[in-house]
């Protein structure tokens, strides 16, 4: 089961360049989220879906897009990257809101330099 | 959400119990107690969560005070590949599909 799958691992990008971050679960999951973690810090929520066709803005949203076209796919696109957008992001999804174990499935990461 | 104070870091012997605090002062009555770890350079891992009772699992033990004010998650044998950082967020199930909120948490050194 593969769970949450983020492509690519690592990426550097020159300032102002734009890229896509990908993201696919295969647990049917209705959320998916974007995080984003800075060195030494704790996760930041950039967006969520809470369906196909529904997105909404998290803590730090400027500078990203996202787009929900399906159940499975999340992608976090970059438009003119920054040096404050090097980070590590992460995608998560989870299951129904109305169920006490609000689990969050992660996938693995993408190291993310911008120079 | 109700806001959580944990320790920056802790240390642990190989084999013994680890007990990781968290305090959640201002929990409301309907705000459960999750605790999620990760581990370096991998995405968090959920762990366990509570709402009033104490909880086990197959990875560890939640222990919630009565007034709820605070928690103490012990892993019963920790191994070194429990070095991680340990997160303890409060949240209302159900009450929002924005996620969980996830602060600087415990990192936990699990010495050989």
Known sequence: NAGVTQTPKFRILKIGQSMTLQCTQDMNHNYMYWYRQDPGMGLKLIYYSVGAGITDKGEVPNGYNVSRSTTEDFPLRLELAAPSQTSVYFCASSTSRTAPNEKLFFGSGTQLSVL | ?112
């Open chain 2, 1 to 112: 959400d109700a806001k959580t104070t944990q320790p920056t870091s802790m240390d642990c012997a190989e084999g013994r119990a680890a007990n990781l605090p968290c305090n959640h002062s201002t929990i409301s009555g309907n705000e459960y107690v999750y605790w999620y770890r990760q581990i370096h350079s991998q995405g968090p891992q959920y762990i366990i969560h509570g709402l009033k009772n104490n909880e086990t699992n197959e990875m560890a033990s939640l222990i919630i005070t009565e007034d709820r004010k605070s928690s103490t998650l012990i892993l019963p044998h920790a191994t070194l590949r429990d070095t991680a950082v340990y997160y303890c967020i409060v949240r209302v199930a159900g009450g929002g599909a924005d996620g969980l909120t996830f602060g600087k948490g415990t990192h936990l050194i699990i010495q050989p």
